[in-house]
């Protein structure tokens, strides 16, 4: 549900900021409303036609100003400075070949270089959350979408668990993930459909900071839907995901459910849905993670949309899922989001975005080998220091560590204001603000955001 509302909300010209999603979890499982197939059509405003190919390009400039760079908790001291100006060009280009109606080939693709004046290590490659290949065609009443979607994460904020020292390093989070996938819709009815697809994910770090995060996922989804009337949809949905890590630190496992959906429009400008699923996990002790917990119960996602008038738009996201885990098998994330969107005029907009979560880590331990323990000098002997609470496995001689199960509870804001000058040039001004408060002082921080935007079409 949180997507579509994303969706609809970015068709709104005053939207700007939201808060970043991170393709390394699972923060929604895709359980999109009935699918209807979409026709494939031209560019509007492109830049080079032949025959039916059509293309676009666009460029931007991006610089942003961060106050907290390694997400340090107040009062941590640091060697340095904690914040930072990042400076981000990226190109962007569009190509479309309809065939026919419902048959055709679309790529969407952003590519950026991020430039930090401070931190030069975390300098990278961005690829925009756009980036996209699919290929539709039909087969008697089935339509199959062949996709690629690339993208890539640079924002150690958007995991729940995470928390810094100060040191930007800590918390280099420069990822790129790639998924290909397969997906069918078959409508024998106008109002039955049922949907299903199959899809392969690649994750990896480019950085060594999250390299237990590396992983390899395989996703499986099936669903009907049934209109029973113009203003109401029924369904079942399910998912099935797996998830293998090539390093032996978080263990293999698997996340599935299954449950009902409803989707009401009551009116042009009022969309409500709920689906709630019967969630269970299944991890293997394949990783040097300690943690035999296991999660089985419900999951749901709301969501509920207004046009409050013409040029006014809000919206409401209220969800609770299970997400693959950092340091523990699972991580149970309750999220509500806000945001309302005005464009003043044509060309003028200011949007509003807030949100909550709260996440809390299924119980886990790691698992180190004494040698990698820090030692004091005691009488010319070396003492191994355990940490609290610590113990070791007579079974394999490693030493157990306790991850803390306490909940993490963020809260974000952003402000955001975009303007149209001319045709071909826009303009995005943004701030934004995240607050990470825990019952360990030293884990929360607070992170202040400038972003400025300059858009050119060619």
């Known amino acids: 549900m949180p997507e579509l509302i994303r969706r609809m909300s970015k068709e709104e010209p005053g939207e700007f900021y939201t808060p970043t999603d991170d393709p390394s979890t699972d923060f929604a499982i895709q359980r999109d409303l009935p699918y209807r197939p979409t026709p494939v059509e031209p560019i509007k405003d492109y830049n080079i036609k032949m025959g039916q190919w059509t293309a ?47 048959n055709g ?63 930007p390093s800590s918390v280099n989070f420069q990822r790129l993930v790639n998924t290909i996938g397969l997906s069918a819709n078959w409508n024998p009815t106008r109002t039955f459909s049922l949907t299903g697809g199959i899809s392969y994910g690649l994750d990896r770090g480019l950085s060594d900071a999250f390299s237990q995060l590396n992983r390899d996922s395989r996703q499986f989804n099936l669903a009907a839907y049934q209109r029973v009337h113009t203003t109401l949809t029924l369904g079942l949905t399910s998912f099935y995901n797996d998830y293998t890590y090539p390093q032996r630190i978080q263990n293999d496992g698997a ?68 997400n693959t885990g950092y340091g523990s098998n699972f991580t149970d994330l309750l999220s509500v989001g806000y945001q309302i969107g005005w464009s003043m005029n044509s060309k003028t907009g200011v949007s509003l975005n807030t949100s909550f979560q709260q996440s809390k880590q299924s119980a886990a331990k ?93």
């Open 255 to 322: 996340i599935y459910g299954v449950g009902p959906l409803i989707a009401w429009h009551p009116s042009h400008f009022i969309n409500l849905s709920a689906a709630i699923h019967y969630t269970v996990t299944q991890f293997a002790k394949t990783g040097s993670i300690m943690d035999a917990d296991e999660y089985a119960g419900l999951t749901y996602d709301f969501s509920v949309s207004h046009q409050i008038r013409q040029r006014i738009f809000h919206s409401l996201t209220f969800s609770k899922n299970i």
């Open 105 to 167: 080939f679309r790529f969407d693709i952003s590519l950026g270089y991020a430039s930090h004046v401070n931190f030069p290590q975390l300098d990278g490659l961005r690829v925009g959350p756009r980036s996209s290949m699919d290929f539709h065609f039909k087969v008697g009443d089935v339509t199959l979408t062949l996709y690629d979607e690339l993208s890539s994460s640079s924002d150690a904020s958007t995991r729940t668990e995470v928390s810094g020292n100060g040191n």
């Open 366 to 458: 790691f698992g180190l080998p004494q040698n990698q323990l820090p030692f004091i000098l005691l009488g010319g002997e070396e003492i191994i220091q355990y940490p609290a609470g610590s113990s070791i496995d007579p079974s394999t001689g490693l030493v157990l560590i306790p991850v803390t199960g306490e909940a993490a509870d963020i809260y974000q804001v952003g402000l955001g204001f975009t303007r149209q000058l001319g045709r071909r040039m826009n303009l995005g001004l943004g701030v934004s603000r995240i607050i990470r408060e825990t019952a360990v002082s030293a884990q929360g921080y607070t992170q202040n955001t400038v972003t400025l935007t300059f858009g050119y079409r060619f």
């Open 56 to 102: 676009k390009f666009d460029s931007s400039l991006v610089a942003q100003y961060n106050d907290n760079i390694g997400l340090g908790a107040p009062g941590v001291a640091t060697t340095g400075p904690t914040d930072d100006f990042i400076i981000t060009p990226s190109v962007g280009m569009q190509i479309a070949h309809p065939i026919s109606r419902y």
